[in-house]
């Protein structure tokens, strides 16, 4: 996903990841939802609140079942399968997808929620467990499965927030008076 043309020079911008974070910015906006699977019936089910002008981009064939197809339907949201080519943009405002078979869709907006990724390896190399999603695994205090390490915020919860990560981390501090 990240390696689509112009999704770097939008992130942030008008490709985000959430809609508590950034709905509001984009409201009653013609947005789309890059994603497949569970993930993108999740983030519909968020997006819709926000906006009536929604589609959901799989790039590449849809991996639903047909209950999460029949849902999808039920809410008129369009699903369209085309790869992707890039992202035509304006200094990281999108203005339309470019597919692969060079048809278009405009948009003003897209969610796309991006593999998580641990870009420091020094975990890994303590020996601490890690989740499937990649995250470092912690109890309830942050504690790690390796003695006396701890671990709080974005590389221990998909909450990705300031506010978390404070939160976190006070829990550590809890355990280890």
């Known amino acids: 996903m990240t390696d689509i043309e112009g999704f770097s020079a939008c992130w942030g ?54 209950e999460q197809a029949d849902k999808f339907a039920r809410h008129n949201i369009p699903l369209i399968e085309k790869e992707i080519a890039s992202f035509d943009h304006e200094n990281g405002k999108i203005r339309q997808i470019v597919f692969k078979d060079h048809s278009t869709f405009a948009l003003q907006a897209l969610y796309a929620r991006p593999a998580f990724e641990q870009h420091c390896k020094i975990p890994e190399m303590l020996g601490c467990e890690l989740t499937e999603q990649g995250l470092i695994k912690t109890d309830m205090f942050q504690k790690t499965s390796i003695a006396n390490v701890f671990a709080c915020g974005d590389n221990t919860s998909p909450m990705r927030s300031v506010a978390y990560a404070v939160g976190a981390g006070k829990l550590n501090r809890i355990s280890i008076r």
Do not use: M, S, W
């Open 13 to 66: 911008i008008t490709v985000i990841h959430c809609p508590y974070c950034h709905g509001y910015e984009v409201k009653n906006e013609r947005t789309g939802i890059l994603a497949n699977g569970y993930f993108a019936l999740h983030y519909a089910q968020l997006v819709r609140n926000l906006t009536r002008h929604l589609t959901v981009f799989t790039n590449g064939k849809a991996d639903f079942t047909q």
